[in-house]
């Protein structure tokens, strides 16, 4: 069976999503851990959150498609 090459859009798109969710994955983990008061209870919460946006960022900027 031959392998199928991807499409260029779905690569493309795939880095692009990588790179946002890395940028609003570390913009959230920084403003969260820079101002814990504000945030409230919930602050550990974000910055957990902000810590896995930016993981799954890398690993679809690192990915590749087969």
Known sequence: MSKSVP???VVFAEKVLGILLLAI???LSYDTYGN???????GS???L???IMAAFGIILIL????
């Open 7 to 9: 499409k260029f859009g």
């Open 25 to 27: 994955g570390l913009l």
């Open 36 to 42: 814990q008061g504000a945030a409230g209870t919930l």
């Open 45 to 47: 919460a974000f910055l």
């Open 49 to 51: 959150i902000g810590i």
């Open 63 to 66: 990915a590749k498609t087969e």
